[in-house]
């Protein structure tokens, strides 16, 4: 166990260096990178003296060496437009992102499991239909229309919930259902046909023997063992919601690293931005190798192999 | 065998008319602005008229036209994309599969990186360090896709390796390159078709939320999911200008999906875990 959680920990560290390499190299394929960071009205003194302290007229691996340095003390840059610096605007707002992603994954779950369940113990009639039609849909309309159209529905025509900032309760409404809703038709689908084949399994059969209750059989006998595969992409799923947080928290305004993101695309903010990916991609790096720990422990067959 | 999808079908001509023929279609200029007849409200709505048939932004620009020449942007876009991203993904899938040893080994893990690392934040980065355009558009959704294309030929792949053919191929002499080429590709072309258009719609909305983050091709060029974000600030007064973009593409998405259900289980039913 210890041997493997060393090797995702280390694959874990290789895949982070690369993606800061990357976010390091695509920075400087447009000239001199200190553009980017500057906001344009700046002075020429003010432009030389930032090159000068990131080494910017330096060979690149010097530039390289530098950058990694700053990384490792906590230091990603100044953001343009906020002024202060991009770590510390990041943490600011991370907090208002992780009070959505967990109610969208309840969410998710609430609706997702209980479905697929249904969908695969009556297969082919009209449950099974609907939730197919569900899930074709889910993945059809786009979310950042859906948060929208929500908006429309419930906010405008019939006035039931705020359209958007954080506050109380129902605040979190829309947002939350937005976010949760591209999940479902994952978690359903996943679901569903990990259900099939467990309810096909021996040892349901001898559950069923044994005599115990139809209910029983399928809730715990059944489902408990449908959720492991599930299990494993719980790692992808937490990265879909932090990207997916993205259009969501634009659309309500919602002041999570979501909005922080899109801000720095269209005020064109490239230090908060080299930031934001830098500190997403750690964030769902850690949540994948947390989750491949958790899998091993609960299926000893992928530690071993 | 079920039934070929009619309504899809019919949809996605539609729709690609509109987009090769939209000069030929489109009322009036996508991008002309024409400020005295804004937001006016589509034909069936109080206030509409048949002048202005899905009626007009806040610019007074026809929502009608700028839909007609914005399934363009999304068509050409999907279709850069998928060649690019699909083409790669087929190439380092052959590749892999066949050669197998350190080459698989390497290929696969950039391809389990890839997986990890959400491709909509790659995106971003290169529209704001190389610019918004068509270019770093296609680039960006490319990279959300060729990982997946690679995962699934590899795997197809590694079972053709096995088939007597290939090993009749070898005993000819034949060079690896030639047994890729002529024996290898053939045979993954269907299951490449299927990944193809089961893409479309993963494209189609990556480009539409690009635009909306303000990724995509800058304005004025119309897009949908630009225009989705143009009305996003007047869902109260002209709900028109978001709506019906986002009508556009989830039809549009929903038909290309339904399609490609339907090709994968008449070309090949073992896929239908994809």
Redesign the interface.
Known sequence: MKRYIAHRLLQGVLLLCLVASIVFFVGRLTGNPADLMLPEDVSAEDRAALIQVLGLDGPLHEQFFIFVRNALHGDLGMSIRMRQPAVEAFFSRLPNTLAIIPWAILLAMAVGIPLGVVAALHRGGWIDRMAGAIAVLGVAIPSFWLGILLIFVFSVQLGWLPSGRMGGPSHYVLPVITLGTFLIAGFMRLVRSSMLEVMDSEYIKLARIKGLRESVVIWKHGLRNALIPVLTLWGVFVGNLITGAIVTETIFAWPGIGRLTYEAVIFRDFPLLQAVIILKSILILSINLLVDILYAYVDPRIRLA | MRRAPWIPIVIMFVILVMAVFAPLLAPYSPIDQTLHDKLLPPVWVDGGSMKYLLGTDAFGRDILSRLIYGARVSLIVAALALTAGGGVGLLIGIVSGYVGGTTDAVLMRMVD?A????A???A????????QGLGTLVIAISLLLWASFARIIRGEVLALKQRDFVALAQVRGCSSARIMITHILPNVLNIFMVLITLNI?VVI?AE??LS????GVPPPTPTW?LM?SD??GR??DA?WI??IP?IA??LL??SV??FGDWLRDRLDPRLR?L
Do not use: D, E
């Open positions: 990186a997986f990890t690392f959400p909509i934040l790659f971003l980065l290169l529209a704001v360090t190389m610019g719609g909305i539409a939320s909306f983050l303000g990724a999911g989705i009305g996003r869902i109260a709900w978001s709506l986002g593409i989830t998405v929903l999906n339904l875990q």
